[in-house]
């Protein structure tokens, strides 16, 4: 629905559909999507709850443990095909930011702030220069607005929204090529918000970082410069480069109540 070009883009989709595991093959929570998300571009996966949004974001991420499949088209994340990483799995969620659906609230209990920021990079090296990484987490808290004395706190110690910030910072850690975040501003106050999109223009700005943002708030689509792909059950009905000019496929009807919602 972007118009393809021949320019490597670092999110390509072309005909992706995705089932969920134990379901007929033929019933699809994403069927067909086609869509392109630029180096420095964001786009905004706007539609009712159930149009298929956060499995698409997942798919993307690499995320393996979601009980969802890949059954036509595919998509390309810098390069590496979702479909069939292969050893290329671990290289896809290393430069893909991922920030799942409620993500502070399901926070390890049993690590502490600063060990959940790092875990990305632990978990890859437990060799880490464990200063430098100390640095980047505190760095990190002072750019979220939370106070370097949360590093040694416990998850259930923090506010929903400082649990929320602790999450963004870890899907921020490795510094991805790409962040996927599925509605990163819930739970935040408004200057807390702020800071956030700042965060992501930051990123946008400095090295590039393409953002795919699940989100229902035109506001945030509109703050973030963010194309848009409306999705209802399955299918995109619509595509443009803001929330107040979108092209609706034939047939779909223009009901902006889909992403109001």
């Known amino acids: 629905m972007s118009g393809m070009t021949e320019t490597p883009r670092p999110i390509r989709v072309v005909d992706l559909s995705i089932a969920r595991a134990g379901r007929p093959r033929s019933e699809r ?14 786009l905004a996966l706007m539609g009712p709850t159930g149009s298929g949004k956060s499995s698409l974001a997942k798919t993307l991420a690499g995320v393996t443990d979601a ?16 479909r069939r990483p292969g050893r290329r799995h ?91 975040a599925d509605e990163p501003f819930a739970n935040l106050d408004i200057e807390v918000r702020e800071a956030v999109r700042e965060a992501i223009v930051r990123r946008r700005r400095d090295y590039g970082m393409s953002t795919l943002l699940v989100t229902n708030e035109a506001e945030t689509a509109t703050q973030l410069d963010a194309h848009v792909l409306v999705l209802r059950a399955g299918h995109a009905v619509a595509y443009g480069p803001s929330v107040d000019d979108l092209l609706w496929t034939p047939g779909s009807g223009a009901d902006r109540r889909l992403i109001s919602t």
């Open 29 to 42: 929570v994403v069927d067909g999507a086609t869509f392109e998300v630029e180096s420095a571009g964001t």
């Open 67 to 82: 009980g969802l499949a890949v059954v036509g088209g595919d998509a390309w994340v810098e390069g590496i095909s979702v």
């Open 90 to 180: 671990r290289v896809l969620t290393y430069v893909a930011g991922y920030l799942p659906q409620s993500a502070g609230a399901a926070l390890p209990a049993r690590q502490t702030v600063s060990e959940v920021i790092g875990d990305p990079i632990t978990s890859r090296d437990r060799n880490v220069n464990q200063r430098a990484l100390a640095v980047r987490v505190a760095s990190l808290l002072d750019e979220l607005m939370l106070p370097l004395g949360a590093a040694n706190k416990y998850p259930y110690e923090l506010s929903a929204g400082m649990r929320q910030r602790v999450a963004i910072a870890r899907s921020f850690v490795l510094q991805p090529r790409v962040l996927i």
